[in-house]
């Protein structure tokens, strides 16, 4: 019979690692299980991609930095870096769960989740598991979008591009204009390469001050000089129909009844599917397409699944970065804590911390000025 742990948090990227350093702080029994190795959805960034959120060791002043995953921890302070490309974050990570000795197993990919009397059962490449709980946290970005309209097949994700410098060609197309292509445009564009990228919303006029609609400061700072160049040109507000193969290239055409012509692989910066649609079984979405939870994170089809990062969808609420998401890792180990009877006092630290947000009436609240 197999052991029956208290938890399982699917992936160890910063939300599992998150969820996981409170609930060691609980004596939970739990364990992480990951498919691949700690942080590996950052191993796989385009060698010269950075974070946008700045790192800064605000630590003492009640604020932590922006892409520390648990308090008291700082990515600035850990890499000497304030933009940290994704190799070095993984790092980061890596210094984290062996500094809480978080319990991972690595390279287990969890195929299918089901629930039978109270129970979890969780089918992976290496055998089942079973668990009381399980925390989905096997993120937005290792899955990519690779067929959003006919002809798809034939670009290049930028996700699966391991280097910009590494890639042949001159005369580039990007299919997507928020964070991914525009970083994609500006790592071409500096290497003298030509680029049009083809964009359905024009996210670097956006009159908004959330970085999850309109592109982040530090992305539009650095493509801005492109914009005056003859090495950037921006097809907006166009969606691209399809991408046909010819004898010397592709054509690229659009909802307007434009063709625009590259040499090579068009580079489709065209989003992710996200894990969750390996747990579909267990979920209903909402209108915005996310899983349909309640106050805690928890599935309102499965109880005692729950889900951390950034899929997490309230409302229109997007929490697509990590000094977003992170703000819920402590509601959802405590909804779990307070079931199993666990030493919940590591969590007045999290609120002091301000690492602990159970009111969501702020979210969405713009800059005055
Ligand atoms: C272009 C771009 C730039 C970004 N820049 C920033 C930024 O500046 N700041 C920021 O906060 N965020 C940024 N992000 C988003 C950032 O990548 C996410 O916030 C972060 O990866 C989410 O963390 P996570 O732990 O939820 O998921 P992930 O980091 O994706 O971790 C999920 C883990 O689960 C594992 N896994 C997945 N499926 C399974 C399975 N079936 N079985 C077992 N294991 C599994 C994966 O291998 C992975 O290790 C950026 C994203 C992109 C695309």
């Keep these: 019979m197999n052991k029956i742990y208290d938890v399982i948090i699917v992936g160890a990227g ?45 630590q003492g002043f009640g604020q932590t930095d922006l892409n520390a995953v648990v308090p008291k921890t700082s990515p600035a302070y850990t890499l000497d870096m304030e933009h940290p490309p994704g190799e070095a974050y993984t790092e980061y990570l890596n210094v984290v769960a062996n500094h809480f000795a978080i319990p991972i197993k690595k390279g287990v990919q969890v195929n299918r989740i089901n629930k039978k009397d109270s129970i979890f059962s969780i089918d ?35 996700s699966l591009v391991p280097s910009w410098e590494k890639l042949d060609g001159d005369d580039f197309i990007i299919i997507g204009g928020y964070e991914s292509g525009m970083d994609a445009a500006y790592q071409l564009g500096k290497l003298g390469k030509k680029v049009t990228v083809i964009a359905r919303t024009n996210t670097w006029e956006l009159d908004n001050s959330n970085p999850s609609i309109a592109l982040s400061v530090y992305t539009y700072n650095r493509v801005r000089q492109l914009f005056d160049s003859d090495l950037l040109k921006v097809a907006g507000n166009t969606a691209v129909t399809n991408i046909e193969e010819k004898a010397s290239g592709y054509d690229v055409y659009t909802n307007d009844g434009e063709v625009y012509f590259t040499p090579v692989r068009p580079i489709l910066a065209t989003g992710f599917k996200g894990s969750t649609t390996l747990i579909e079984n267990l979920v209903t979405r909402g209108k915005h397409g996310g899983v349909l939870v309640n106050e805690t994170d928890e599935s309102v089809d499965t109880p005692g699944l729950f889900l951390a990062g950034s899929e997490l969808r309230h409302d229109s609420h997007i929490f697509c970065y990590i000094y977003k998401f992170r703000q819920r890792f ?34 969405g609240e713009m800059c005055q000025c």
């Design 330 to 363: 402590a509601i959802v180990a405590e909804a779990i804590g307070q079931r199993l009877n666990s030493d919940l006092s590591i969590l007045e630290m999290y609120k002091q911390e301000n690492f602990y947000l159970n009111d969501l009436s702020m979210c």
């Design 14 to 58: 910063p939300s599992g690692i998150g969820v996981a350093a409170i609930l060691q702080k609980m004596k939970v029994s739990y364990l992480i299980l990951e498919k691949e190795d700690i942080g590996a959805t950052f191993s796989r960034w385009p060698k010269e991609m950075k974070f946008i959120t700045p790192s800064f060791p605000a």
């Design 124 to 158: 992976t490449s290496k055998g089942f598991y079973q668990s009381r709980y399980v925390v989905w946290a096997g993120g937005e970005y290792q899955y990519p979008e690779l067929t959003p309209f006919p002809g798809a097949d034939l670009g290049v994700h930028n």
